[in-house]
């Protein structure tokens, strides 16, 4: 005996679920939401583009343009627990900030060019 489950049939969650997969694939409203995502997809290009454009333009030459070092920054308690709970939580994301992490203390902090081309040491004049 075969059975056939209708959107009607279906629980809260698979409804929303299933609108929202029809609304990203551009299903839901035809033409209008397939040029809704493109508008949405070329204003995120147009943002990246000008933001990378801006920074060059900007940046001291001959680094990377990191802003000056300042004070040691201080963190809060919530923040250094929600980064541990998010990094035991979602365990590639546990696995990048340690390699981010060791790469900066043993590769970033001893290699003199490297600190000069981040802008992480004031330049000489």
């Known amino acids: ?3 056939t ?4 049939d279906q629980n809260i969650v698979d409804k929303v679920i299933n609108v929202a997969i029809a609304t990203h694939e551009g ?29 060059w ?9 990191a802003p000056p070092q300042g004070a040691r920054p201080r963190f809060s ?9 998010l990094a035991v939580i ?17 590769f970033l902090q001893r290699v003199s060019a490297a600190n000069r081309w981040l802008g992480l040491v004031p330049r000489r004049v």
Do not use: C, E, Y
Not at 5 to 8: G, N, S, V
Not at 57 to 65: A, E, I, M, T
Not at 90 to 106: C, E
């Open 77 to 85: 308690a919530l923040l250094l627990a929600t980064v541990a709970a």
């Open 57 to 65: 333009r900007r940046r001291p030459s001959g680094v990377l343009g």
């Open 1 to 3: 005996m075969t059975k």
């Open 27 to 55: 299903h839901l409203f035809g033409r209008l939401n397939q040029a809704i995502l493109l508008l949405n997809a070329i204003g995120v290009l147009l943002v990246s583009i000008t933001a990378a454009r801006m920074w």
């Open 90 to 106: 979602l365990r590639l994301f546990g696995v990048s900030l340690r390699l981010v992490l060791a790469v900066d203390r043993i």
């Open 5 to 8: 489950k209708d959107f009607a």
